[in-house]
């Protein structure tokens, strides 16, 4: 365990001693994609067949543990077998870095495509939330039959298109502050950011405790990642290919809703914004956020 980790972890409050008593029944699982590790987390049966599996991709600044109240709600709803999974991205908890320094979206789908297919999954629906979207837009472009759903919640559209000296120094500025504060710094400083006013005093720990375990490295990656991205020119691929929608919290100052309603716009989809919610809307709004995704499921 490093620094980091040890001093988030000695110092859980009730709240997220709850949520880890409760996070221990979907125990960390790990496939081997090619010489790469993925660890992923995992709710309900694979021979649960009533519906496609449902995978579920996390932001810059959390991992698959962020997802566990979908899990319950998703993955043990009674009368609704359904195999939901969440990954650790590559350089994130126990999974294997990227090899490129600098990596851009497609060097991430094809890790996914490879642990999808090491876990046997040809089809299924793919919900991505604010970096994660990013990755799941690629690897929906670039494997169109693969994803019978996509759901983008809180999309970050990436700084592919602007500038290069505007992605320099969105790219530079936060590595600077990774830099100066690592995880549990950053933790503590940001985690504010992802939450509306709303949010319980559970919802901002739990926020905190999944971002104060971000691995330094790979989270350096994914700042890079998110410079190189362009969500917007993936997204005009998958137009019109599958189902598409986009989703975002009414108080969300990271990806605003007018920003998410223009990617909504590129991919011909619906847009629908969740009144109470911030960035990580799922964390703050679990039932609103679980039912989003139910429905969307149910219809795809």
Not at 91 to 110: H, I, K
Not at 283 to 300: G, K, R, T, V
Request: glycine residues 8%; contains cysteine.
């Amino acid at each position: 365990m490093n620094e980091a980790m040890h001093t988030a972890a000695s110092s859980a409050t009730p709240a997220t001693a709850t949520l880890e008593t409760r996070l221990a029944r979907f125990a960390l699982r790990d496939a081997q994609v090619g010489e790469a590790r993925v660890s992923y987390r995992e709710a309900g049966s694979e021979h649960a067949k009533a519906a496609l599996p449902l995978v579920l991709l996390h932001g810059i600044g959390s991992g698959a543990a962020s997802w566990v109240q979908q899990f319950e709600a998703l993955g043990e709803a009674a009368g609704k077998p359904r195999r939901v999974l969440a990954w650790d991205a590559p350089g994130y908890g126990a999974s294997t870095p990227v090899a490129n320094a600098s990596p851009v979206a497609d060097d991430y789908a094809r890790v996914l495509a490879g642990w999808l297919d090491t876990l046997g999954i040809e089809r299924c629906v793919l919900v991505g939330h604010s970096l994660g979207a990013i990755i799941a837009g690629a690897f929906a472009a670039a494997h169109p039959e693969r994803v019978a759903g996509l759901l983008l919640i809180s999309p970050a559209a990436g700084y592919g298109a602007a500038d290069a000296a505007v992605r320099e120094e969105k790219r530079d500025a936060r590595l600077a502050m990774l830099a100066e504060l690592g995880p549990q710094g950053l933790a503590e400083k940001r985690s504010a950011n992802m939450l509306s006013p709303h949010a319980s005093a559970d919802a901002r720990e739990w926020v905190r405790w999944n971002m104060a375990r971000v691995v330094p490295h790979g989270y350096a990656q994914a700042t890079h990642l998110l410079a190189n991205a362009d969500l917007a020119a993936d997204l005009a691929r998958c137009a019109g290919k599958l189902p598409i929608a986009v989703a975002v919290g009414a108080q969300d100052t990271i990806t605003p809703p007018p920003a998410c309603e223009r990617l909504a716009r590129i991919a011909q989809a619906p847009f629908q914004i969740v009144p109470h919610a911030g960035h990580a809307g799922y964390i703050e709004q679990p039932d609103a956020y679980s039912a989003l995704i139910d429905m969307f499921c149910a219809e795809h």
